[in-house]
């Protein structure tokens, strides 16, 4: 089991870990552990493309103009789950994509990197439009970009990945006592905050092999 | 169109020759259509739903014995439909064979314009073919085309 998951590595995507393996994620500035109870693939397929133009109920995305980031319905989970998935446009436009619809993704100080039909050129397995989603209501937003000095019909993007059940681990605090063989509250609470904070050897010794996920960068 | 946009931009495609699938799509016999003289009824391919295409080859003959003219395009969203031409016509002299190729075709990208009359149009790919200005029939054309999903 990998320690870093090589989940943004030049190749084709794959399970970042396997059922039964432990992750542990970055998500709302906290790291939080779990095991994979199941997996399955998302093929690449219709049901997972979604034309943002009809998503946004125009008929149009006009010249040199965006449309306004928005959830993408097709890949909303439930609570318990995660995606991992990566992504295409099949129309001249550029992909913004963001956490919820407030905190941007691949993103620098100033800057915000986008998705666009030349990603699959110098990166023909698109890992570098790897992204999570966990759980329900940390959905996705998706915005397109009109590069062109013509409105386009349609701006088609295409999603595959994997999805995955997630059972949070509970670590059994129960070794954690004092002297007098007392829960030693305050060392316990310690050590759930040093899981939180993802600290390596806690995590080593309280939850075991994992491999870390960073599923939300804020 | 360049070799670059269906071998590079667009992996994974399927070719099709004069294959009308689709929500709506009417079989008819595969390979050849032969155009009639109704206004812009004569349907060569039906987009499926989600995808859009690309044509790769265009193959057209006709011995009525006078020269004649095709139109390649889609049709308007019109209550009345029209014809939208996407490509330069092209010249059917009787008893001899044309056709063009993807080297040739420019690469016009026929896929769904769901605005309504006047701007908008089905993607589709039609063929009107005329004789002396004069909508005729009795051109065969066929086409392969390269869908993109």
Redesign the interface.
């Known amino acids: 089991m990998s320690e870093v998951a090589n989940i943004y590595d030049n190749g084709p995507l794959s399970l970042i870990a396997r059922i039964k393996d432990t992750i542990s994620v970055y998500t709302a500035k906290k790291w939080s552990h779990f095991q994979i109870a199941f997996a399955e693939p998302w093929p690449r397929s219709?049901p997972l493309?979604v034309?943002v133009?009809?998503l946004a109920g125009a008929?149009?995305i006009a010249a040199n103009t965006n449309i306004a980031k928005r959830l993408v319905p097709l890949l909303q989970i439930t609570d318990g789950e995660m995606v991992c998935a990566r992504f295409e446009p099949?129309?001249d436009v550029e992909c913004v994509i963001w956490e919820q619809s407030g905190v941007g993704r691949f993103i620098s100080r100033n800057n915000q990197a986008r998705v666009d039909?030349a990603t699959?050129?110098r990166d023909p397995y698109l890992a570098s439009t790897t992204f999570f989603i966990m759980g329900r209501q940390r959905d996705m937003n998706l915005e397109v970009v009109n590069p062109n000095p013509v409105a386009l019909?349609?701006a088609?993007v295409q999603f595959r990945g994997f999805r995955y059940v997630l059972d949070e681990i509970t670590p059994d605090l129960s070794t954690v006592v004092t002297p007098q063989g007392q829960p030693d509250k305050n060392r316990q609470e310690e050590i759930i905050r040093q899981l939180a904070a993802g600290d390596k050897a806690t995590v080593a010794q309280f939850i075991g092999p994992t491999t870390w996920l960073p599923a939300e960068g804020r | 169109m360049s070799y670059l946009i269906t071998q590079g931009r667009y992996v994974g495609m399927i070719a099709k020759s004069n294959n009308r699938s689709g929500a709506a799509g009417v079989a008819i016999g595969p390979g050849i259509v032969t155009t009639t003289a109704v206004a812009a009824t004569d349907i060569v391919h039906q987009i499926p739903v989600g995808r859009s295409f690309y044509v790769l080859k265009l193959m057209w003959y006709q011995n009525t014995g006078v020269n004649m003219t095709l139109v390649i395009g889609t049709l308007s969203n019109a209550g009345v439909p029209a014809m939208v031409q996407m490509f330069p016509t092209l010249l059917a002299l009787p008893g001899i064979p044309g056709g063009l190729n993807e080297n040739d075709l420019v690469g016009v990208e026929f896929m769904l314009n769901s605005q309504a009359a006047g701007a908008g149009w089905t993607g589709d790919l039609y063929v009107e073919s005329y004789a002396a200005g004069v909508i005729a029939a009795g051109v065969q054309i066929s086409a392969e085309l390269a869908e993109k999903a």
């Open positions: 219709s493309r034309d133009v009809a008929t149009t099949l129309d039909m699959c050129l019909n349609q088609r």
